[in-house]
């Protein structure tokens, strides 16, 4: 149960009186008019913009029904917790035996200083866990866009909870082993269920402290928060959780190569889809990271912490390339299994994020477009010719990779995702037949009739899993593609590597790494 009770964010503005509902009725029938207006100025600009084909712009906004639909609670209140001050090292306290809580048996003390109160969002109307970070992920650039100080208070939120554990005994559902609900370091799954921000990790069917993605995506969305609104108190504030991630994903580069393995299981957001060794997905998500770390920590002063960022970054980018590249697109991972060869749509959300922040790619810019057109050919054109979105999974024969359920799936808000991709390098028309695949389906008289009610996924046939979902709010990704914020565009460029020394050990090791391992560099 919840320990606590919060008002709506508008008892901020109206107070929790019998009176307040009146008000509030009151203000809407007055102010109704401005509201439109309002609207209307928000919307014209894109409404008008010729680039965008008609179908883009009703999903574009169609789509934000979620913000709304999708579960949300918005109190007016900030939960008693600070970060602890600047550091480059991990803080915490290793005799605690629970979370510090974030909400106690009494009400805290509310320092709401951003005047923003606190957000919470469902994954979806099936799954129930508030503010899910790994499809986050794929949503938050609709929050960042649009409600920029509501994305860097779920920040602070998850930057909190990185710094904090949990030792309660749970019991995980895919093998039956017992752990502990949350620990120090690791990125939470989700903000919990029945008392959010206080119980963490509501999600229990596999142990979300041995996946390989979630800490990667917290350091990729708080530098790209971070690029976006310039806000050098946010950036400070979640810089020891920054720092405290990167070293807790690291005890997974077990050949100390800087390179992150992942162990065999589904240890990712595709949690039914199994990896091992490295992967396409989490590899490259390391690789953005690592990178992002670097330039997070330039600006705020940490030179020696980006130069050392940066050289692990250049021997992990080698050993990724030369285990993944195969001369068209990265492998799935680099084992043995049926799906190792697979084109994977969502291989690039590394650089997805890397491009959509304002830094370097990381791989040549004919590298990255060469996996986008293969992907673009596989896994979106020999799907129904395009017209159901790209499929997660398809083997370099042109057939779907039918090992698991979520293989052989299209994902909405990946598909959208993808589209963002291909948009910042350069591939609009790629982007926008693959992206309107999920309008065909999903919104337009001819699809499945999925209006308004977008689900996580569905099959080359229509069958549909968890309607009212919240990673296709990616399309927000696409418009920020289109028209990115002010703060990147003005921001003078980044050169991660312009002060890393790279010591003679490590020229050693990336010297012997081409010689031993050339990875192919053709197209086709």
Same mark, same amino acid.
């Given at each position: 149960?919840?320990?606590?009770?919060? !008002?709506?964010?508008? +008892?901020?503005?109206?107070? +929790?009186?019998?009176?307040?509902?009146?008000?509030?009725?009151?203000?809407?029938?007055?102010?109704?008019?401005?509201?439109?207006?309002?609207?209307?100025?928000?919307?014209?600009?894109?409404?008008?913009?010729?680039?965008?084909?008609?179908?883009?712009?009703?999903?574009? /906004?169609?789509?934000?029904y979620?913000?709304?639909?999708?579960?949300?609670?918005?109190?007016?209140?900030?939960?008693?917790?600070?970060?602890?001050?600047?550091?480059?090292?991990?803080?915490?306290?290793?005799t605690?035996?629970?979370?510090?809580?974030?909400?106690?048996?009494?009400?805290?003390? /509310?320092?709401?200083?951003?005047?923003?109160?606190?957000?919470?969002?469902?994954?979806?109307?099936?799954?129930?866990?508030?503010?899910?970070?790994?499809?986050?992920?794929?949503?938050?650039?609709?929050?960042?866009?649009?409600?920029?100080?509501?994305?860097?208070?779920?920040?602070?939120?998850?930057?909190?909870? @990185?710094?904090?554990?949990d030792? +309660?005994?749970?019991?995980?559902?895919?093998?039956?082993?017992?752990?502990?609900?949350? @620990?120090? !370091?690791? @990125?939470?799954?989700?903000l919990?269920?029945?008392?959010?921000?206080?119980?963490?990790?509501?999600?229990?069917?596999?142990?979300?402290?041995?996946?390989?993605?979630?800490?990667?995506?917290?350091?990729?969305?708080?530098?790209?928060? /971070?690029?976006?609104?310039?806000?050098?108190?946010?950036?400070?504030?979640?810089?020891?959780?920054?720092?405290?991630?990167?070293?807790?994903?690291?005890?997974?580069?077990?050949?100390?190569d800087c390179?992150?393995?992942?162990?065999?299981?589904?240890?990712?957001?595709?949690?039914?889809?199994?990896?091992?060794?490295?992967?396409?997905?989490?590899?490259?998500?390391?690789?953005?990271?690592?990178?992002?770390?670097?330039?997070?920590?330039?600006?705020?002063?940490?030179?020696?912490?980006?130069?050392?960022?940066?050289?692990?970054f250049?021997?992990?980018?080698?050993?990724?390339? &030369?285990?993944?590249?195969?001369?068209?697109?990265f492998?799935?991972?680099?084992?043995?299994s049926?799906?190792?060869?697979?084109?994977? &749509?969502?291989?690039?959300?590394?650089?997805?994020?890397? &491009?959509?922040?304002?830094?370097?790619?990381?791989?040549?810019?004919?590298?990255?477009?060469? +996996?986008?057109?293969?992907i673009?050919?596989?896994?979106?054109?020999?799907?129904?010719?395009?017209?159901?979105?790209?499929?997660?999974?398809?083997?370099?024969?042109?057939? @779907?990779?039918?090992?698991?359920?979520?293989?052989?799936?299209?994902?909405?808000?990946?598909?959208?995702?993808?589209?963002?991709?291909?948009?910042?390098?350069?591939?609009?028309?790629?982007?926008?037949?693959?992206?309107?695949?999920?309008?065909?389906?999903?919104?337009?008289?001819?699809?499945?009739?999925?209006?308004?009610?977008?689900?996580?996924?569905?099959?080359?046939?229509?069958?549909?899993?968890?309607?009212?979902?919240?990673?296709?709010?990616?399309?927000?990704?696409?418009?920020?593609?289109?028209?990115?914020?002010? &703060?990147?565009l003005?921001?003078?460029?980044v050169?991660?590597?312009?002060?890393?020394?790279?010591?003679?050990?490590?020229?050693q090791?990336?010297?012997d790494?081409?010689?031993?391992?050339t990875p192919?560099?053709?197209?086709?």
């Open positions: 149960m919840i320990s606590c009770s919060f !008002g709506r964010r508008y +008892t901020k503005f109206y107070g +929790t009186s019998p009176r307040s509902a009146i008000n509030l009725a009151q203000d809407a029938l007055m102010k109704y008019k401005h509201w439109e207006e309002e609207i209307d100025k928000w919307q014209t600009p894109i409404l008008r913009d010729e680039r965008f084909p008609e179908w883009y712009k009703i999903t574009l /906004f169609n789509e934000l979620f913000l709304v639909a999708g579960g949300t609670v918005w109190i007016d209140s900030d939960l008693s917790s600070s970060l602890p001050e600047d550091s480059d090292l991990p803080l915490h306290n290793s605690c035996n629970s979370t510090v809580p974030l909400i106690g048996s009494s009400p805290p003390d /509310f320092d709401d200083k951003e005047n923003v109160g606190k957000f919470l969002y469902l994954e979806g109307v099936e799954y129930f866990m508030w503010c899910t970070y790994d499809v986050h992920f794929y949503a938050s650039f609709a929050l960042l866009d649009l409600f920029p100080k509501i994305e860097l208070s779920i920040q602070r939120d998850f930057a909190r909870a @990185v710094l904090r554990e030792r +309660t005994r749970v019991r995980f559902l895919a093998d039956g082993t017992w752990g502990t609900r949350k @620990v120090i !370091g690791a @990125v939470p799954h989700d919990g269920a029945h008392d959010p921000w206080h119980e963490l990790n509501a999600y229990n069917i596999h142990d979300t402290s041995r996946w390989k993605d979630l800490n990667p995506k917290f350091v990729l969305q708080v530098y790209r928060d /971070f690029a976006a609104t310039d806000d050098m108190s946010f950036g400070r504030d979640v810089w020891p959780a920054v720092c405290t991630a990167m070293e807790y994903i690291e005890q997974f580069d077990r050949d100390g390179m992150i393995e992942n162990d065999g299981f589904p240890d990712q957001t595709y949690d039914a889809w199994t990896v091992l060794g490295v992967s396409a997905y989490c590899g490259c998500l390391w690789l953005a990271a690592l990178q992002a770390a670097a330039a997070m920590a330039r600006s705020l002063g940490h030179d020696d912490y980006a130069d050392r960022c940066m050289v692990k250049a021997k992990a980018k080698h050993v990724f390339e &030369a285990k993944l590249w195969n001369g068209s697109y492998n799935y991972d680099s084992g043995t049926y799906s190792s060869r697979s084109i994977q &749509a969502d291989q690039l959300a590394g650089q997805w994020y890397t &491009a959509s922040s304002g830094l370097p790619p990381l791989f040549d810019e004919d590298r990255i477009k060469c +996996t986008l057109q293969k673009f050919d596989y896994n979106v054109m020999r799907v129904k010719g395009g017209r159901i979105g790209a499929v997660n999974g398809m083997h370099p024969n042109g057939k @779907v990779d039918e090992t698991c359920m979520q293989s052989r799936e299209i994902w909405t808000g990946v598909t959208y995702s993808l589209a963002a991709t291909m948009l910042l390098h350069g591939m609009e028309d790629q982007a926008f037949t693959t992206a309107q695949g999920i309008f065909l389906a999903g919104w337009s008289e001819e699809g499945y009739g999925y209006w308004f009610q977008t689900p996580e996924a569905w099959t080359i046939d229509g069958h549909y899993r968890s309607l009212i979902y919240m990673r296709p709010l990616a399309i927000w990704a696409m418009q920020h593609a289109l028209s990115p914020p002010r &703060a990147i003005e921001a003078p460029k050169n991660t590597m312009e002060r890393a020394y790279v010591s003679p050990g490590a020229l090791f990336l010297q790494s081409v010689r031993k391992i192919k560099s053709g197209c086709f």
